[in-house]
């Protein structure tokens, strides 16, 4: 069975998911959170980060894999307007062998906002059989909003599958045209699209309040 | 219906479009034939409103209204639909979102209440069969993971959907085997009416053999240089291009 808990504007938390233990974790727009996770053998965390508030916002999430054959999945999405300015730091240490971890971030930034995700995934030495993916999508909205994307592996065992990626764009004028083409007006349009980017992470909330409450939030933000 | 005067487009600086001249009647089939880069989805694209297109002169009048003075979204409301030579893959959006808030935005351009679920099913499964459409395309996202063909018939789907009064499908049949050109043309041939205008652009001769030309135009030097029936595209079949191109060199 999976706990869940939700963390609002604590400064700084530790947790420890011990062995076999599967938890969810959602974070709704906290605006000052350094998180630390400890993993214990064959644990298994699911976590959403979610930043739909006008404040700006520091979320450093650290995930320490303790023991082997533990799973962890990040996930975050941030929209952000006016003149906010959002932080987002990943950690992910692998320190033995066999664990898995997974990260996705999309951020969708309007006005003058500004984001910053920092993505360190560092695999040891002893970590063999290792499996850890990191991808971080930026969308912008306005010429002046402004996204830094900085992920750092440090991979030092060498039988692991590995990957990041990060991109940085703006929306697809090509699926924009088609949809006007269909008689469907731009700002609609826009909205259509923006949805969609985001839904990527929200479709993985298993909490279907929770889900809705986020897509709500999107929307209002549209 | 159309009447498109003297006009002239850029795309990537490059002029296009050099004076085309061409006037489309209510309910007649013109197929714009020409090599390729010609410039016959250059035409497409100023005719539906493509940003990346410049017009620099002529006009173009759509049912009295001035088409160039409108957005895409107009244009594509008051009854202009193209079939695209790309379909755009758009990840995310389902069809049927999709689907409705197309249908939906033309009723409301229209002064009409959106469509009620039970009404855009029965539509949606009219259209399907006409086009041999199993339904589980429908509820992808948009164009995702198409086959080509695949692609090319949910164009003619959402024209069926639709319902515009001047379609022009850029290659449609391009890519498509013997059975989904048959299926595609003849679906055609149903959804139209004897309202319906459409241009077909078509580097071949055998989409015609089902949807039969009233004109067949040869695009040439940004500009309609010859003008024929059903027989040029024949023609044009056997013997290409090179003697056309040759009489109008300048
Ligand atoms: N986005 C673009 N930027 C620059 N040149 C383009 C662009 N799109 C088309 N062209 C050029 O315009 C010409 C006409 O292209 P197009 O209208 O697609 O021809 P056709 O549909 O008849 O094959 C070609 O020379 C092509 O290379
Ligand atoms: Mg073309």
Redesign the pocket.
């Given at each position: 069975m999976s706990e869940e808990l939700l963390i609002n504007n604590s400064e700084k938390v530790e947790v420890e998911l011990s062995a076999g233990e599967q938890r969810q974790i959602r974070l709704l727009s906290p605006r000052n959170l350094h998180l630390t996770i400890h993993q214990k053998q064959g644990s298994d965390l699911l976590l959403h980060a979610v930043s739909l508030a006008d404040e700006d916002a520091h979320i450093s999430i650290n995930v320490f894999q303790e023991e082997p054959d533990c799973t962890t999945a990040l996930y975050g999405l941030a929209f952000t307007r006016g003149k906010q300015v959002v932080n987002i730091e990943t950690h992910v240490f692998h320190n033995v062998g066999h664990g898995k971890s997974s990260q996705l971030f999309k951020n969708v930034l309007a006005d003058d906002s500004r984001v910053s995700f920092y993505g360190e995934l560092k695999v040891l030495p002893d970590a063999q059989k290792t499996e850890a993916f990191q991808t971080n999508r930026n969308l912008l909205l306005s010429r002046s909003a402004k996204v830094e994307t900085r992920p750092q592996l440090e991979i030092y065992a060498d039988d692991v599958k590995c990957s990041h990626g990060a991109t940085t764009g703006q929306l697809d004028a090509n699926a924009l045209f088609y949809m006007q083409q269909r008689g469907i007006p731009k700002e609609q349009a826009q909205r259509l699209l923006l949805q969609a980017f985001l839904e990527e992470v929200v479709q993985t909330i298993p909490d279907e309040k929770f889900q809705a409450d986020v897509r709500r939030q999107i929307n209002e933000r549209l | 219906m159309l009447d498109i005067n003297n006009l002239h487009a850029t795309?990537?600086g490059?002029e296009?479009l050099k004076g085309l001249n061409l006037h489309i009647g209510e309910g007649e089939i013109h197929a714009l034939m020409?090599r390729?880069?010609?410039?016959?989805?250059?035409l497409s694209a100023v005719l539906t409103g493509n940003p990346?297109y410049t017009v620099t002169e002529g006009t173009v009048r759509f049912n009295g209204k001035d088409l160039l003075g409108m957005s895409p979204d107009e244009r594509a409301n008051e009854g202009l639909f193209l079939s695209f030579q790309y379909p755009v893959e758009i990840p995310g959006v389902s069809m049927v979102n999709f689907l409705k808030a197309a249908l939906n935005a033309k009723r409301k351009y229209q002064g009409l209440e959106p469509l009620s679920a039970s009404d855009f099913l029965k539509l949606k499964r009219e259209k399907e069969k006409l086009l041999e459409i199993t339904s589980g395309m429908q509820n992808r996202s948009v164009n995702e993971g198409f086959s080509g063909g695949e692609k090319k018939k949910n164009e003619v789907f959402q024209m069926a959907m639709l319902q515009p009064c001047l379609a022009i499908l850029d290659e449609t049949d391009s890519g498509l085997d013997v059975d989904a050109l048959r299926i595609v043309a003849e679906g055609f041939n149903k959804i139209r009416t004897d309202k319906m205008s459409a241009i077909i652009i078509t580097h071949y001769e055998r989409m015609l053999d089902y949807i039969h030309p009233d004109y067949v135009h040869v695009l040439y030097n940004g500009r309609i240089v010859t003008t024929g029936d059903a027989s040029l595209a024949k023609e044009i079949d056997d013997r290409g291009f090179d003697w056309i191109e040759e009489k109008y060199n300048d």
């Open positions: - | 795309v990537g490059k296009i020409g390729n880069g010609a410039g016959k989805s250059t990346a």
